[in-house]
Nanobody, 126 residues
Framework: QVQLVESGGGWVQAGGSLRLSCAAS????????MGWFRQAPGKEREFVAA????????QYADSVKGRFTISRDNAKNTVYLQMNSLKPEDTAVYYC???????????????????WGQGTQVTVSS
């Protein structure tokens, strides 16, 4: 059974930090582009960050550039999202996703990702 399981969400005050983890199982994701998306209440799911299979290329949404860092450990089949200087507008359910199509580019649309985790809640209070 293929699974992506997020952890590390929670409540934090504005300016604080959280580190999300996404553990993959059921198949190897080491050749997949891995991404993080988020969805706030009443809003569509949006791209946050993604990383190439080798970890050498990353892409970020403008709203998180300079504050969030995505990384991966292929030996552990795990992807991370370090979130610093959190703002109330970062409050959302955060989802880990895998793009297994092995395209030579990082894609930022939800339809490009064919494996999804169940999400973890991040709440940032002002």
């Amino acid at each position: 059974q293929v699974q992506l399981v997020e952890s590390g969400g929670g409540w934090v005050q504005a300016g604080g930090s959280l580190r999300l983890s996404c553990a993959a199982s059921g198949r190897t994701f080491s050749r997949d582009v891995m991404g993080w998306f988020r969805q706030a209440p009443g809003k569509e799911r949006e791209f946050v960050a993604a990383i190439s299979w080798s970890g050498t290329s990353t892409q970020y949404a403008d709203s998180v550039k300079g504050r969030f860092t995505i990384s991966r450990d292929n030996a552990k089949n795990t992807v991370y999202l370090q979130m610093n200087s959190l703002k109330p507008e970062d409050t959302a359910v955060y989802y880990c996703a895998a793009d297994s199509m092995r395209m030579p580019i990082i894609r930022v649309v939800t339809t490009a990702y064919n494996y999804w985790g169940q999400g973890t809640q991040v709440t940032v209070s002002s």
